[in-house]
């Protein structure tokens, strides 16, 4: 089988590897779809995801939909050829976080196409996966794996505003309009937000926004700025966002960092945070969202204006080009059947 790796920054293939077979409680899918995520661009780019360096050859990918090859030994699960995605973590199902409503800051956790353990786990951008049979969930009726591939970045999103807490009626400022703050408008018009203000600097990404419901729109240079906002949530990844969602949000608001920023410090306006007593929460992947995010998908929440590129596996390379460049790119997809 064919397989997408990454041997260090700048340095990506496309590789033979052995076909896989499934262990004991395990299903085996065929990929027919991979998105490229932020993460598999730092790993690309820069060898690295903050302080998870790749220090072996790395499969990468981790939003990936197929279909059920084999059943392992002692799984009763969707039947061959049942068009399946993918739930990419593995926690412990034991540590304090597991047990207490926490299982996306699992410290133990396992998750596809990730360089933080050694040995790394191998991701979603292969021809066949192996993969625990409670991370396989069965697609809903008329959901088509086009769609279907959007299920773990909507996740993502949608566990942003289950952290941003009750959205009914606010206004809601997102600061960066890529793939997951695309997906995040979706998401809180779909909560209930009254309005979703998005900033961005480029004003292709803000387009995008506008059609998957955004209220408004606003370049982040444009001096006037958005305006004051009930919630703020940071999804640029940037100190310049941050600084925004602290500096326009109400008094006593809140504001949700979902975008990883640089490594390292970074300085951030804490006297604001005082004087204005706002909250700070962080969002971190997702748990049980993956299965709302395909109920939401096969109830036709409108997300396929992100999806603006689809590449065959062998120009793989050409595809990680593309989808870093905002200015004409969204969500990026890779076909590996």
Known sequence: MLACVVHGAGDLRVEN????????????????????????LH??????????????PLVLGHEVVGHVAALGSDVDGPAAGTPVAVHPA??????????????????????LGSAARMPHVHGGFAQRITVPAAQVRALPPGVELERAVL?????????????AGDVTGRRVLVTGAGPIGCLLVAALRRAGAAEVVVSDLLDAPLALASKVGATSVV??????????????????????????CLERVRRAGRVVLLGLLPPGEVGFLGNVVVTRELTLAGAFRFDREF???????????????????TFPLERATEAF?????????????????
């Open 219 to 244: 370049r982040a240079d444009d001096p006037a700025g958005p305006g004051e906002t009930d919630i703020a949530i940071e999804a640029s990844g940037s100190p310049a966002g941050l600084r925004t």
């Open 90 to 111: 593995t926690p412990c199902d034991d540590c304090p976080e597991c047990t207490g409503d926490h299982r996306n800051v699992c410290g133990d956790t396992r998750y």
């Open 151 to 163: 299920a773990e970045p909507l996740s993502v999103a949608l566990h942003a505003v289950r952290r």
């Open 43 to 56: 790993y690309y780019h820069r060898g690295a995801v903050g302080d998870f360096h790749v220090r072996e």
């Open 321 to 337: 080009e593309v989808a870093g460049n905002r200015a004409i790119a969204s969500k990026v997809l890779l076909d590996l059947r």
């Open 291 to 309: 299965d709302e995010a395909l109920t939401l998908l096969a109830d036709g929440l409108p997300v396929d204006p992100v999806v603006t590129h």
């Open 17 to 40: 590897r052995a076909l896989v077979e499934p262990g004991e409680g395990e299903i085996a899918v065929d990929v027919a779809l991979g998105g490229i995520c932020g993460s598999d």
